[in-house]
């Protein structure tokens, strides 16, 4: 089927099983504003991740911008270093974007320490906290339990074998965006850095690009 870039309401891709992980694939998804008749679903696709971020590139485009590229190689070319003011504007657009949705209290950008506690002290397993850590943008929010459910399961099992993938999270419209739920101890350090802290909230990390 098609689905044209106008009509794209939002996108993600997931890996749901450790096959995913293993060979590098998984399943590209995005949906249309004309409703569920209209969604687009693409499964098996080989390096999903890479495919993920040239069609994200390419909507966030305008039209003339879109048609006016003809290889993928002027994607890599037209990247440019965002400056400081960029980053802080996208920064607080994001952190409002994130307060928005229903059930996040609070959002806190992480910095370098948090960044190498977080390395440090992470379960080897939880493979989802390892990629929000690869992301130029870190947050860190606490939710209660009127939060929605995750995008794609977050326990993924192979006989004996166990992880906790990255997930992603719809809301954020960046580049390479995924989400995670820390182990204990990370979380117990994260939570110190909130305000408004219920003892049934839950911490999780969310990570993106910014190009």
Known sequence: ??????????????????????????????????????????????????????????YLLDEKERRAIRDLDEIKKDKKEISQK?????????????????????????NDNDRKFI???????????????????????????NLRNPD???VLKLGKKVIFPAVSFHEIKR?????SSPWLEVHNYLIKKFKNVDQYDATILVGFDLE
Not at 3 to 27: C, E, R
Not at 86 to 107: P, Q, V, Y
Not at 175 to 179: A, E, M, N, R, Y
């Open 152 to 154: 794609a399961p977050i």
């Open 1 to 58: 089927m098609n689905l044209f870039f106008k009509n794209i309401k939002d996108m993600a891709y997931s890996k749901n099983n450790l096959f995913h992980y293993m060979f590098d694939y998984g399943t590209f998804f995005a949906r249309s504003s004309a409703g569920s008749d209209g969604d687009f679903e693409a499964l098996y696709i080989p390096k999903v991740e890479k495919v993920y971020k040239i069609v994200n590139f390419l």
């Open 175 to 179: 580049p390479s965006v995924v989400s």
């Open 119 to 145: 390395f440090e002290q992470e379960e080897d397993k939880n493979h989802g906290v390892y990629e929000c850590l690869k992301r130029k943008a870190l947050f860190c929010i606490t939710h209660d339990s």
């Open 86 to 110: 960029k980053w802080e504007n996208i920064i607080e657009k994001e952190k409002e974007n994130l307060l928005k949705i229903k059930g996040i209290k609070e959002a806190v950008l992480l």
